[in-house]
């Protein structure tokens, strides 16, 4: 009787985790799924019990409450791992980061460039006028 209500709450949420959800929701399906496949596991004494016995239904019942449980898990971790791949930026990200990165330090590097093109006009601009007013001397004498 249990086995069957378990079955068919396992079809009961395998459904939904198939069909496209909110991310939330589909997390929460996937961890009630896990909950789910976990209970059955939950009585360790009783578990312990079955799992010495020799009656063959005892241990099958053992090895698909741990089936469940692992399904459930591995549907779990492959949701994690879909939300870390959403989570990593794609190629052209990326890309246009790295773009932008760059005209940045062209925008710095543009406006030192025109600070040190300002201060060698400065500093021709104060040679001439110490030239212009050498010659001057120079042409007084």
Same mark, same amino acid.
């Given at each position: 009787?249990?086995?069957?209500?378990?079955?068919?709450?396992?079809?009961?949420?395998?459904?939904?985790?198939?069909?496209?959800?909110?991310?939330?929701?589909?997390?929460?399906?996937?961890?009630?799924?896990?909950?789910?496949?976990?209970?059955?596991?939950?009585?360790?004494?009783?578990?312990?019990?079955?799992?010495?016995?020799?009656?063959?239904?005892?241990?099958?019942?053992?090895?698909?409450?741990?089936?469940?449980?692992?399904?459930?898990?591995?549907?779990? =971790?492959?949701?994690? /791992?879909?939300?870390? !791949?959403? #989570?990593?930026?794609?190629?052209?990200? *990326?890309?246009?980061? +790295?773009?932008?990165?760059?005209?940045?330090?062209?925008?710095?590097?543009?406006?030192?460039?025109?600070? =040190?093109?300002?201060? /060698?006009?400065?500093? !021709?601009? #104060?040679?001439?006028?110490?030239?212009? *007013?050498?010659?001057? +001397?120079?042409?007084?004498?």
């Amino acid at each position: 009787m249990s086995e069957r209500q378990t079955l068919d709450q396992q079809h009961q949420v395998d459904p939904q985790l198939q069909s496209p959800q909110p991310p939330k929701e589909d997390m929460l399906a996937c961890v009630t799924a896990l909950e789910e496949a976990l209970l059955p596991c939950l009585p360790a004494r009783e578990l312990q019990a079955i799992d010495r016995s020799q009656h063959p239904s005892h241990q099958i019942d053992v090895e698909r409450h741990a089936r469940d449980f692992m399904e459930a898990a591995k549907k779990l =971790q492959v949701y994690f /791992i879909s939300l870390q !791949r959403e #989570d990593q930026p794609t190629e052209a990200e *990326k890309l246009m980061k +790295e773009i932008a990165m760059m005209e940045e330090e062209l925008k710095i590097k543009t406006e030192l460039i025109r600070k =040190q093109e300002r201060l /060698i006009q400065g500093w !021709r601009k #104060d040679l001439k006028d110490q030239l212009d *007013k050498i010659n001057c +001397e120079l042409e007084k004498v």
